[in-house]
T-cell receptor, first 116, second 115 residues
Framework: EAGVAQSPRYKIIEKRQSVAFWCNPISGHATLYWYQQILGQGPKLLIQ????????DSQLPKDRFSAERLKGVDSTLKIQPAKLEDSAVYLC??????????????FGSGTRLTVV | AQKITQTQPGMFVQEKEAVTLDCTYDTSDQSYGLFWYKQPSSGEMIFLIY??????QNATEGRYSLNFQKARKSANLVISASQLGDSAMYFC????????????FGTGTSLTVIP
């Protein structure tokens, strides 16, 4: 089966600019996650969707970050305006509701964002 | 409180030796899953091994095994016969099934395999 697709792979923007990341989960996976991973740290959950509803967005900086999953399939994460501290890898992951053990939870390759 | 704690920021191991990476977790859920991921410098997150909270036997996947001690809430990863390609960051993670599939990561351990 196809994996979790993310684009772009890399992005460099100036501070105060806007940027958007796209994620297409594995077909049939109801749950989609966006993580922020700052260099040298573990991934931090930004937002979790179940189908097209938000399950958890408690750590999403809502003054500048937004995410949507309109049809319960692919998702977009936006940052507007970007700050230097937003430089990180943004990882998308998806899982089926049951999870199917470890293999039911899959990460994309991530988008490496550099804010200058 | 931290959901996942990894106390070893960096570890070194001689090639062909075994190494244990520590992980402790905190949950009040009865149903949860524990994961280990490898993240090489390329940045991709590679699934290694999974242990369900109801699994009675320790999980094994090739050279990887998970030393699951439920009462102590620990889920240590053992890598046997280390190879140079094992040098990477390793993350322990937990999924709380009943809490809406929340998924938490530790801070990671950087493993360096020495030839």
């Amino acid at each position: 089966e196809a994996g979790v697709a993310q684009s772009p792979r890399y992005k460099i923007i100036e501070k105060r600019q806007s940027v958007a990341f796209w994620c297409n989960p594995i077909s049939g996976h109801a749950t989609l996650y966006w993580y922020q991973q700052i260099l040298g740290q573990g991934p931090k959950l930004l937002i979790q969707f179940q189908n097209n509803g938000v399950v958890d967005d408690s750590q999403l900086p809502k003054d500048r970050f937004s995410a949507e999953r309109l049809k319960g399939v692919d998702s977009t994460l936006k940052i507007q305006p970007a700050k230097l501290e937003d430089s990180a890898v943004y990882l998308c992951a998806s899982s089926s509701l049951r999870g199917a053990g470890g293999h039911g939870y899959t990460f994309g390759s991530g988008t490496r964002l550099t804010v200058v | 409180a931290q959901k996942i704690t990894q106390t070893q920021p960096g570890m070194f191991v001689q090639e062909k030796e075994a190494v244990t990476l520590d992980c402790t977790y905190d949950t009040s859920d009865q149903s949860y899953g524990l994961f280990w991921y490898k993240q090489p410098s390329s940045g991709e997150m590679i699934f290694l091994i999974y242990q369900g909270s109801y699994d009675e036997q320790n999980a094994t996947e090739g050279r990887y095994s998970l030393n699951f001690q439920k009462a102590r809430k620990s889920a240590n990863l053992v890598i046997s016969a280390s190879q140079l390609g094992d040098s990477a960051m390793y993350f322990c993670a937990m999924r709380e099934v009943l809490a809406g599939n929340q998924f938490y990561f530790g801070t990671g351990t950087s493993l360096t395999v020495i030839p």
